[in-house]
Each structure stands twice: as C-alpha cells, then as structure tokens.
C-alpha cells in the first residue's frame, strides 16, 4: 500500500463509504496489524501505519466524517459539468422519481427517496450534483 495506492481514507482503510463505525474499526485493527512498524518488515510501514492511523481519526467521529463526506462530494462535483442550477421546483414528479431534460434528450432524475436526504434539515449538503442519464452534463439541486 502506497500513497499513490489511494486517494481517500475510506480507500486507505478497505472500506466503502457506507461502512458502520465498527466496520471502519475493524478494518482499522486489521490493517494496523499489518503496517505497525514493530509488526512489519517494510520499508513504507511506517508512513502506511499513519496514514491509516489518521484515516481512522477522521473517520470514527459523526462531525468530522460529515465534514469529509461533504469535502469529498465538493472535490468529485469539480470533475462534472454544471450545465444548470435548479430546484426541485424545476422538476416533474412521475412515480416516485423526479425528473428534468437535459438538452441531449436525456433526463436528470432523483428519487423521492434521495431528495429527502438532502431536504432532510440534519444534511450538511446545500445542493446535490445530478447526472444525466445519456451525456455527461450535470445539474446543481439546491435545497430549496
């Protein structure tokens, strides 16, 4: 494992970004076992044991894992293009899904279930980046 191996500390700990705090402990044991630099024979165990050692860090409390989360759907949004901001005002509502087309033909969709995460008043998310479905522009939903 090298630095270059990962790019996020759900990454560096074998974990997906659904995983349980114990999930994310567990995965920690796990590889702390292997890099400790008193467990380990390699050259890069100790940067490797810090790096997951942080991970874990920023990743076992609720306040500073929402603050990654949300730095790391800023980052990922920076690779899209916006074509619009909407609302979900802008949208059309067909069975449970909202729905708004996009210039290609395609459609932006979001399900009832994924807006309410977002209007939820615990989300720490201001808008959320919706792709559409036949190209590779995207919108901005804002909250309200």
Not at 121 to 129: A, D, F, R, Y
Request: with cysteine; net charge negative; aromatic share 6%.
């Amino acid at each position: 494992m090298t630095s270059k191996d990962v790019s996020t500390h759900y990454e560096t700990l074998n974990c997906n970004e659904n995983a349980t705090k114990e999930e994310i402990r567990n995965q920690f044991k796990k590889l702390a076992l292997q890099t400790h630099p008193d467990k380990s024979d390699s050259k890069t165990s100790c940067e490797d044991f810090h790096r997951i050692d942080y991970a874990l860090k920023v990743l076992a409390t609720d306040e500073s894992r929402r603050q990654y989360d949300c730095q790391l759907i800023d980052d990922r949004s920076y690779d899209r293009i916006i074509n619009q901001e909407i609302t979900i005002n802008d949208m059309i509502l067909i069975d449970d899904t909202y729905s708004i087309d996009c210039c290609c033909g395609g459609s932006y969709l979001i399900s009832i279930d994924d807006f309410s995460q977002l209007s939820s008043v615990e989300s720490p998310q201001e808008s959320l980046i919706i792709d559409c479905n036949s190209c590779s522009l995207s919108v901005k939903l804002g909250k309200t």
